[in-house]
């Protein structure tokens, strides 16, 4: 009886046991965007700050904000396709678009504007190695309304200190173009920095009119300022 009684007992917490494993296994699932999320400032290096890294690891990144310093006074919105999933900052690596993009922007700008952080955010929070990829793909269009509404509260948040955008999607805007799941990104972002309160910047335009990506190879690349036609292209400004 003494056997069949502890054999009882330890089927019964072997049970337990996997009921508890399985809850906090929905429970993980649930809230794995925050698990993932940065404790900011993370210190990336002896320049460098990550004040917030809104992300789930391989999947989507919101948004990633890097500063030079823990309290900035400036910073730009700078707007790309889709994050590359390389930048984590617990790890101290910054992914060689970022790192282009913060080396023309933090402690450098435009004509006497200094930028001293940025906040970077995609036309889609999809992690994805090649933006083509995005084509054939549903997960973007579901992931819209949270990423615009993301972008919008942002920027309300930053009110005090972000006023000017840099566009550098490249060409990559037509993956998401003619079914407007970038173009409502594009005007949420018009709606919240609107003209001329603010100033709309790329690092050229491209030969199909669209901002240029930070690592296309252009000599002297800098900030130039922009505007955005009706068609979504863009033209340099006068």
């Known amino acids: ?3 069949i009684k502890k054999s009882h007992y330890s089927f019964i917490n ?13 429970y993980l699932e649930k809230h794995k965007t925050k698990i993932t999320m940065s404790t900011p400032p993370i210190k990336i290096n002896d320049s460098l700050f990550c004040l917030a890294n809104d992300w789930e690891k391989g999947e989507h990144r919101y948004s ?8 900035p006074k400036n910073t730009i919105l700078v707007v790309g396709v889709n994050p590359g999933g390389k930048t984590d900052p617990e790890e ?3 992914g060689r678009t970022i790192s282009r993009v913060c080396d023309l922007v ?3 700008g435009e004509g006497d504007t200094k930028y001293d952080s940025a906040l970077f955010v995609n036309l889609t ?6 933006p083509s990829s995005l084509k054939n793909s549903d997960e973007p269009q579901a992931l819209q309304k949270k990423n615009i509404e993301v972008i919008r509260s942002l920027i309300q948040e930053r009110k005090n200190r972000i006023s ?6 490249g060409n990559s805007f037509k993956y998401g173009k003619d079914n407007g799941l970038f173009t409502k990104v594009i005007d949420a972002i018009k709606e919240e920095l609107p003209l001329p309160e603010s100033k709309y910047w790329c690092l050229g335009i491209s030969n199909k009119g669209y901002p240029i990506h930070p690592l296309a190879h252009i000599k002297d690349m800098r900030l130039t300022e922009c505007s955005i036609n009706q068609d979504f292209t863009f033209s340099l400004k006068d």
Do not use: G, M
């Open 125 to 130: 929070p999809k992690i994805a190695i090649t």
């Open 106 to 108: 933090i402690d450098n």
């Open 164 to 169: 000017n955008v840099l566009f550098c999607f």
């Open 14 to 26: 072997s049970r337990i046991l996997r009921h508890n494993l399985w809850i906090f296994s929905l």
């Open 92 to 94: 101290k690596y910054i």
């Open 1 to 3: 009886k003494q056997r």
């Open 64 to 71: 990633l904000e890097l500063s030079k310093t823990e309290n």
